[in-house]
């Protein structure tokens, strides 16, 4: 991936970028100084930042603020197209990370600014497609991807021994007795940390782990067994109910 400190918007708005990542690849923890949005066209990227991760599944993206320390993961082959954005593009540019819809228009448009150049003149096509893109943006759809990480230490490890262990039974009953918590608090802190409850936190997770899972080529009944799901049809349930479609289709569409 291109280094920001080798970019120069002096020319233009935004410069894209197209990378392709093996699989098992990785980045290590870096920043750039200026907005990225990260589309995946294949495989499954997972995004770890300081304050949660993102998993971005074909077909969406992740923007990233200015500024923002982040390391990835690469699952399956993954074709990407990033957009480095001047953060003084715009003034009302997204403020968080956040896992987004690209739509139709703005996936042609990340397509044909890759041929543009550098330099344009004012009122040509260029400078419209360049402005469109970033309109598209101020209205992406946010998607439910992102898992945000709690901020006490307690509540992290829970975290993590479910996400260890994704099978176990981790109603919130019995996580909140695993904290000496009762429900309602270990919900109420979660909500305030997190903006999930701990059931909703879970099920996050879950759809998160079975994302990479698929891009591994692993099969579906196997994949909701381990993720403790009690059969094929209710893991496939939660995930059409999320994503419009079944977990067999989703990376054959």
């Given at each position: 991936?291109?280094?920001?400190?080798?970019?120069?918007?002096?020319?233009?708005?935004?410069i894209?970028?197209?990378?392709?990542?093996p699989?098992?690849?990785?980045e290590?923890?870096h920043?750039?100084?200026?907005?990225?949005?990260?589309?995946?066209?294949?495989?499954v990227?997972?995004?770890?930042?300081?304050?949660?991760?993102?998993?971005?599944?074909?077909?969406?993206g992740?923007?990233?603020?200015?500024?923002?320390?982040?390391?990835?993961?690469?699952?399956?082959?993954?074709?990407?197209?990033?957009?480095?954005?001047?953060?003084?593009?715009?003034?009302d540019?997204?403020?968080?990370?956040?896992?987004?819809?690209?739509?139709?228009?703005?996936?042609?448009?990340?397509?044909?600014?890759?041929?543009?150049?550098?330099?344009?003149?004012?009122?040509?096509?260029?400078?419209?497609?360049?402005?469109l893109?970033?309109?598209?943006?101020?209205?992406?759809?946010?998607?439910?991807?992102?898992?945000?990480?709690?901020?006490?230490?307690?509540?992290?490890?829970?975290?993590?021994?479910?996400?260890?262990?994704?099978?176990?039974?981790?109603?919130?009953?019995?996580?909140?007795?695993?904290?000496?918590?009762?429900?309602?608090?270990?919900?109420?802190?979660?909500?305030?940390?997190?903006?999930?409850?701990?059931s909703?936190?879970?099920?996050?997770?879950?759809?998160?782990?079975?994302?990479?899972?698929?891009?591994?080529?692993?099969?579906?009944?196997?994949?909701?067994?381990?993720?403790?799901?009690?059969?094929?049809?209710?893991?496939?349930?939660?995930?059409?109910?999320?994503?419009?479609?079944?977990?067999?289709?989703?990376?054959?569409?």
């Amino acid at each position: 991936m291109q280094s920001s400190a080798s970019l120069s918007f002096a020319h233009r708005p935004l410069i894209p970028v197209a990378h392709d990542y093996p699989h098992g690849a990785t980045e290590p923890w870096h920043q750039h100084d200026c907005a990225q949005l990260l589309h995946i066209i294949s495989g499954v990227v997972r995004v770890d930042t300081q304050s949660g991760c993102w998993v971005i599944p074909p077909g969406r993206g992740v923007w990233l603020p200015a500024g923002t320390r982040h390391a990835l993961r690469i699952t399956g082959q993954v074709a990407a197209r990033t957009l480095f954005i001047d953060p003084l593009a715009r003034a009302d540019l997204p403020a968080a990370c956040q896992i987004v819809q690209i739509s139709a228009l703005l996936r042609e448009l990340i397509v044909a600014s890759l041929a543009l150049p550098e330099h344009y003149v004012g009122g040509s096509r260029e400078e419209r497609i360049y402005e469109l893109i970033l309109d598209e943006i101020r209205g992406m759809t946010v998607l439910p991807f992102g898992l945000a990480e709690p901020q006490t230490a307690i509540l992290r490890q829970l975290c993590r021994s479910m996400q260890a262990r994704p099978a176990d039974d981790w109603s919130s009953q019995r996580a909140a007795r695993l904290v000496n918590m009762s429900e309602r608090t270990l919900n109420r802190h979660f909500q305030q940390q997190t903006a999930l409850t701990w059931s909703e936190w879970v099920r996050r997770a879950k759809l998160m782990e079975a994302l990479i899972r698929l891009a591994q080529g692993q099969s579906v009944l196997a994949i909701a067994l381990e993720l403790g799901y009690g059969s094929h049809s209710a893991f496939t349930a939660m995930f059409r109910r999320v994503m419009g479609i079944s977990p067999s289709d989703y990376f054959n569409d």
